[in-house]
């Protein structure tokens, strides 16, 4: 068993941990059908990556995280915004139990993140915790992650490198971003704007690769939809400026990214590791 | 300007800064809309009643309670749940903006009250504050509100008076409770699980008069659909037990609740007499 699995498992053990105490039935397996609908705990297995491996302090978090960004999928798959049937091989929430769960379930989610946190900062009290805390809400949050969506669904960038840019940083870059800052924080690490950099630049390219296996890949390996930004009319770097300039910029930010991490974690550590293996992702 | 009004002022003003600051216009306006649309901020003033008028200390908590509040309203008016196309007098959300901003506008007023408790605690890393926040995001949670919330949409529980209550506590109750509780964590009062009691009384009392005014009410003076529980085949104490068995509960309750307050903080106390207020409403 690799490092990953071997965390992966722990990670999957606390979660289901958080969601055993749930008492209303459909509420709790709506809940749980999505968080192990076979996840890659992306964002997990970096905050655990950048916070050293110092497990104990970090699982929490690293779940928090992961309930977070499974409600966002819950809610951007619903009919109202992407309406997409598929998530990760499986009917998406909407689906499965009919929107007015998913809309819970998604709620249900997001808030179980900040039970997490604030119960986890309520036993131990140090200030790390809070600032980890912190980090996670901001970052998916109404300059974050939300507002990112929210551009994404109503406007129309065309050729405009810069707002795309911004879009996805908040879209996707914030939550991977903070993955990685709330790990340093949680370990205590001294150079978390050095940190954070790189962490942009991941989290960029990582949204860039996602883009171009929509237009490359074939749903039975992605395991959902292919071409759904191009139906959706999405704003993508991809349709903006082609699929060339998509993998060039991919692979100068991927470089950079790993560079970064190399440099501050090593070369051999988890996360410079970690983040190799995201931006050769084939699925 | 009595007391109320005073601090209704202070909770807008806080709310507004911290609304201000989102740059995704659509998203701001569509979470001030459902934030600025005439609630009675009822939540946030027993929280700063509980917390013995101590504003500095309360306001952050009694905002992010607001923002909860208000979260579970937008989500609740979607047509895939209660869809209501009316509230406070105007539109609801998705009405108004289109399901997709309703959505998102409630992910992010729930994500806010994180974020800004998250962000106090970071700025005073002190117990009570970290207690208030978990307090609240537990009552909010998927075995608080959330829960209730399925079961309201999902569970027929007809003449099971047990079930019903439990509904209620969690659906309505719980956030109240909250209020209350919190107040007390952050004004460091010592007999806070006598006041948690006193609070439950007055959460049902609340709920079930609620109920009351569905059925009593016309929409002119209530400024939503009146009778919309009994269109939405609604579990409430009324239908099942009919309206002199929920009046007398009412009483019994809320008079407890006004006793309890009043023995621990004070009769002339401002939470003895919000308490009054709120049981005494007739909208």
Do not use: W
Request: proline share 1%; charged share 30%; net charge negative.
């Amino acid at each position: 068993m690799n490092l990953n699995e071997n965390y992966i498992k722990l990670i999957d053990e606390k979660l289901r941990g958080y969601t055993s105490g749930i008492t209303q039935p459909l509420l709790r397996e709506a809940m749980e059908y999505s968080l192990f609908a076979g996840g890659k705990r992306i964002r997990p297995l970096l905050l655990i990556a950048a916070a050293d491996g110092k497990i104990e302090e970090a699982l929490p978090f690293a779940c928090a995280l992961e309930c977070i960004h499974t409600y966002s999928l819950i809610h951007d798959d619903l009919p109202a915004l992407d309406n997409d049937d598929l998530r990760r091989g499986v009917l998406t929430s909407h689906k499965k139990f009919g929107e007015a769960t998913a809309i819970l379930a998604g709620d249900g989610l997001l808030n179980l993140a900040a039970e997490i946190m604030s119960g986890h900062c309520s036993d131990f009290l140090e200030r790390r915790n809070v600032s980890a805390m912190k980090e996670i809400m901001l970052a998916a949050g109404v300059n974050g992650m939300i507002s990112g969506q929210m551009d994404d669904i109503f406007n129309d960038f065309e050729q405009n490198e810069e707002a795309i840019i911004s879009m996805y940083e908040r879209k996707t870059g914030r939550l991977i971003i903070a993955a990685v800052v709330s790990g340093a924080i949680l370990s205590a690490r001294e150079n978390v704007e050095e940190i954070r950099l790189a962490a942009k630049k991941l989290g960029e390219a990582f949204q860039i690769k996602d883009d171009i296996l929509d237009v490359t890949s074939d749903a039975a390996v992605l395991g959902k939809n292919v071409k759904s930004d191009e139906k959706n009319g999405k704003n993508t770097y991809v349709a903006a400026f082609g699929l060339e300039a998509a993998n060039e910029r991919f692979l100068k930010l991927s470089e950079e990214a790993v560079d970064g991490f190399s440099r501050i974690y090593g070369e051999d550590a988890y996360l410079t590791k970690i983040s190799k293996n995201m931006t050769n992702r084939r699925v």
